[in-house]
């Protein structure tokens, strides 16, 4: 059926051995931030027992997936997408809770987390959707279609409060640049982030008097004769900077809305009205996410959530707050493990839980305090080996859906990395997301070898004809 095999036999070991090696300095790792408890409870009862457990229930898993035809999975992926868009449906009513959240089952003593499942599922389906001949990201159907597929899973996963995996989910925007989607949706993209990130960081009358400011600069380059009024531009701007400066920043927001209505009737009466609609929109849509970005952040997020926002972009604010205490005490231990590391199960900090929840988010100051600078840069040049080699892996597929399904692998797995390792040096905000094979939890485990495995596979059958 699948016609003769005419190329290798033998799997990516290079992927396979830097998995492997993660895998076991992860539960390394798990036992050098628990090995108290570990000697309080046992070995089945401990983060270490459970975790080697699902080490081998996950080793397993690659086993039997790399023993299957890959084809299964591109002819299941949109079943496998809709089960695992089923078990987030049911958390709220069947899930038990844990540490505060509603996401998670519980049978025969394991907890599974199905947002670490649907990850698998959402990709599966992104990668069939994206493979299909008649799917073109040019058009406005297929886009919205991507779109929805990645959606979904994020307003599920968004609804038991778990912010971090549902973030996750627009790791597939790099799959669907690779697919042809218009960079333009990128720039757009990054350019709300900033604006919402200004908004929150500065008080959002100054950032809208500035927002303002360029749109009129902006309207007045248009017409070549209007050199002039630029510099009437930079006054005004100033002028605008100086009423914030002085309290009354709402009379600056409004003199220049009036000064820019003015000129853009003018322009618009000599030019037409698209290019001067299209800027006030612009501007408009800037001011309002402004405001309503430092609005949620002060009043409709919960105060642990705001804190975790606050504490990465305005740690002046938030010195007593509980994430201010955690960003701190992960910046200490990584700090305190010098350039060789104090060695393994010597770290204080780590013996004596400083750090809460060091064997799950935080599990990357375990490793700076123990192994040191080199340590964590080895660890960090290992996950870039393998982010890397996956994309060469992704390009050299003669199948589209391996290809794209390779690609979402890759996203989801920087999306982790990044966020992970960047909210323990303040680099991201605290939003809690696992390292991959690195912190403690079987679902992720599981999940993340299950991913690695299907790419495994794709790519060792790629010259299956």
Known sequence: MLGKFTGTKTIDWIVFSVYLGLVVFGVMMIYASTYIEFEKVGFMRSSVGRQLIWMIISFTAVATILALDWKIWQLLAYPIYIITMLLLLGVPFFGTEIHGNLSWYTFAGLSLQPSEFAKVGAALGMAAFLSTPSTNLKTLRSQLIALGILVIPMALILVQGDLGSAIVFTSFFIAMYREGLSPNYYIAGFTILAILLLGIVFDPLIVSILLLTMGLWYLTSLPKEATNFKRIVLVLGAAGIASWWLGYGYYGIGGLALV??????????????????????????????????????????????????????????????????????????????????????????????????????????????????????????????????????????????????????????????????????????????????????????????????????????????
């Open 260 to 465: 820019y209505a003015g000129w853009a009737v003018i322009y618009a009466s000599r030019k037409g009205i698209r290019q001067v609609g299209a800027a006030g929109i612009a501007i408009a849509l800037g001011v309002g996410m402004c405001f309503s970005a430092n609005y949620a952040v002060l009043k409709v997020l919960k105060p642990h959530q705001a804190d975790r926002i606050l504490v990465w972009l305005k740690p002046e604010s938030c010195t007593d707050c509980k994430s201010m205490y955690n960003f701190m005490q992960s910046k200490t231990a990584i700090i305190s493990g010098g350039f060789l590391g104090r060695g393994f199960l010597q770290g204080s900090m780590t013996r004596y839980s400083y750090v809460p929840e060091q064997p799950t988010d935080f599990i990357f100051c375990t490793v700076g305090e123990e192994q040191g600078f080199v340590g964590v840069v080895s660890l960090v040049v290992l996950f870039l080996v393998l982010m890397l080699r996956l994309t060469i892996i992704a390009e050299r597929q003669r199948s589209n859906f391996a290809r794209v399904y390779t690609y979402c692998f890759v996203g989801i797995l920087f999306i982790h990395f990044f966020i992970n390792i960047g909210m323990t040096i303040g680099v991201t905000p605290m939003i809690g997301i696992p390292l991959p094979f690195i912190s403690r939890g079987g679902s992720s485990l599981l999940a993340f070898s299950a991913m690695m495995a299907i790419v495994l596979k794709m790519d060792r059958d790629r010259y299956r004809l």
